[in-house]
């Protein structure tokens, strides 16, 4: 699979990151997982990214001096992705970027928050299937002034068997199944309308119930990348994301069933639930 270099640009905004690689399906891999945000003319180059396939072994390295190997071409594939977010987030400190996914419903943004393996990539597919528009997946920048979810349309990935119990590793290491949402994707930055905690399940149907603010706080700046860096600003802007829209808790086995009960949800008043 190796053969003459080859390059992809992945883009959020002004910023971009180059990969390149003499492995194909290194290149080819990363271009369709970042196909929605391909490189644009003028971006600053924030990061470069260098695959060699030396033998059976990949040697990553890039312009900021990380350097490692990696034992096989899905393992070298994860390190990409993960310095190109590390990459975006260093570019854009003014953002907070969540562990979370979106989709857009009627003008604003459904945020779906978690840990690994709760169900958000799934839920936000499933609202896709229903009409909603695609934001994010995995990484979700929001603008903590303005309380505004900007799109970060990397493709998302979906887990076999959303909700059974497997130790934490597994979770890093599963293959997960690439969901097409081309015909789906958001374009333009929206105001948060509502927050879904969801929770993957194998027992019993539904379950949909409103969550209080400061449990929601706590399990959101849990999953924020870069909490740390903003201290008592990200506190604040956290406590107002939660307290400004509705926040529910879902609890789903049957994924089409959740999404058409968040729909339902999502055009009646706000203070209801089903």
Not at 7 to 24: K, M
Not at 118 to 142: E, H, Y
Not at 153 to 168: C, H, Q
Request: hydrophobic letters at 45%.
């Amino acid at each position: 699979m190796s053969g003459r270099d080859r390059s992809v640009e992945v883009a959020f905004g002004a910023h971009q990151v180059v990969i390149r690689s003499d492995h194909d399906e290194i290149t080819r891999s990363l271009g369709s997982t970042f196909r929605h945000m391909l490189g644009v003319q003028g971006a600053e180059s924030v990061l470069e990214i260098d695959i060699r396939q030396e033998g059976a072994r990949f040697i990553c390295r890039d312009s900021s001096g990380q350097g490692v190997e990696r034992a096989d071409e899905r393992a070298a594939l994860r390190w990409a992705r993960q310095r190109v977010l590390e990459a975006m987030i260093a570019a854009r400190p003014d953002l907070l970027w969540l562990h979370g996914a979106a989709a857009g419903w009627q003008g604003g943004a459904v945020l779906v928050a978690g840990q690994r393996g709760r169900g958000k990539s799934t839920i936000v597919t499933a609202l896709c299937d229903r009409g909603a528009s695609f934001l994010s997946d995995d990484i979700l920048p929001v603008d903590p002034e303005r309380l505004e979810v900007i799109p970060f349309p990397r493709v998302p990935e979906v887990r076999p068997d959303p909700g059974e119990e497997k130790p934490a590793s597994w979770l890093l290491e599963v293959a997960k199944k690439e969901i097409a949402v081309d015909d789906r994707i958001e374009g333009s930055t929206l105001p948060l309308r509502a927050i879904l905690l969801p929770a993957a399940h194998r027992g019993t149907g539904l379950t949909f119930e409103r969550c209080a603010p400061s449990e929601a706080l706590v399990e959101i700046a849990a999953g924020t990348w870069n909490f740390a860096d903003h201290g008592v600003r990200a506190a604040r802007a956290l406590s107002r994301l939660v307290s400004a829209v509705p926040v529910m808790r879902i609890g789903f086995r049957d994924p089409a069933e959740a999404a058409e009960a968040i729909v339902q949800w999502l055009v009646r008043p706000a203070e209801s639930a089903p």
